[in-house]
């Protein structure tokens, strides 16, 4: 079964470039900006210790390799479809690029499951007090519903979110610096540790910032705007860069800040991690507000990601990869409304199966996998030339890339057996839906024979 090209024929209309570089900047800042930091920092607390901001700058330094790939390959081949179409441009496997494909879907649905738990969470409690699940099972369903009646994020209604999602984190820091000026907050906690309860220095590194790594995943997805950007080989570069190294000093100073005033059991219990932070700022600023704050950075967070996995699936049916019923678009609202069913139906299964923590955890193992294959992608197709210039990276940056990223996706990290057994489950549903496929087109062929 033979995988249609996954870029526009000749002939079709193209996309409008419509994204300069400062649009592009903010949209990757507020793609990477959201769940992560807002809802497992007391999670990574909890893996590491009160040394909060160790886990962040590890996670930096393996998220800017892998960047520096994603860079090379976006400016050499300016299209949409991002990991698939690397992956399918290197390996020239059908199979292979839908897997991919399919991880990078799992990955959204992970995400957002993991965002629909943070709503249910302690940030939602400000307001009224429900079950936890109930909530997110409930906004998941609205989210569908939304998806449904066609409801999509322009990048100017995402530099909204982004501008409140960031300002809510910039509080954060504001309130460490005054902590720092009044002689606040307990400076010793910043060197703690936990290398006894966790098995080791390098188990309680390696597992925390495999978990912090979370919280840097979103800018993969803005390869997927390359043909809607202006000049996307001189862009690209800078925009991806500063969006980067933007969310990790400011994801950096709000570890600095919340280990410095809140203990770190407390954080590790909480739900709503950075709400703990502003009750114990020493500064008046309402709690409900920055909950408020906190639950828009997580929904959005969320509502992305479904709209992704939903047009995904769409698009894979579409490519005649998965069964061509999943691409079924409502003649009235023109959404892809089996898509969207289908991935509200695993986000629900996905909610009732895990906390934040392990879903958070699921999503950066799905992605730190299809970082493996980017990072070698790039090796493999410095064969390929193309006809124009784009940014290259030292050879060593690929290979540090793809070691780095196995390292934090293996059990080295000390990650429950639950996140491989979720992945998996959700890979063999990828791989059923290929097989369906498979059988259909076969039996189809099989018919039409003379």
Known sequence: ???????????????????????????????????????????VAGEIGGALWVPFLFAFVIAVLTAMSYVELVTKYPKAAGAALYTQRAFGKPFFTFMVAFTVMCSGLTSASAAARAIGGDYLREFVTTPGLLVSILFILAVAALNYRGVSESVKTNIVFTLIELSGLLLIVAIGVYAVL?????????????????????????????????AFVGFEDSVNMAEETQDPSRNFPRAIFLGVAITSTVYILVAITSSLLVPTAVLKESSGPLLEVVKAGGITFPPQLFAAIAVVAVANSALINMMMASRLVYGLANERVVPSGLGWVDPRRRTPV????????????????????GL????????????????????????????????RVPTAVPVAGAVLALVLASPLTGRPVEVYVRAGVLLLVGLALWAANWAVLRLQAGASAP
């Open 1 to 43: 079964m033979a995988m249609a090209p996954l870029e526009p024929e000749a002939g079709n209309v193209s996309l409008k470039r419509a994204i300069g570089p400062k649009l592009l900047i903010l949209f990757i800042v507020g793609d990477i900006l959201g769940t992560g930091v807002y809802a497992l920092t007391g999670s």
């Open 182 to 214: 009044t002689g606040g907050g307990e400076p010793s906690r910043l060197t703690e540790i936990h290398a006894e309860e966790a098995g080791g220095l390098m188990y309680a590194l390696l597992g925390s910032t495999a978990l912090a790594f979370f």
């Open 338 to 357: 089996i898509g969207i069913l289908f991935t509200t139906a695993l986000a629900i299964a996905l909610i009732s199966t895990g906390e934040i923590r």
């Open 360 to 391: 958070g955890d699921t999503t950066a193992f799905l992605l730190l996998c299809v970082f493996t294959v980017v990072n070698v992608a790039v090796l493999v197709l410095r064969k390929d030339r193309v006809g124009h210039q784009h940014f």
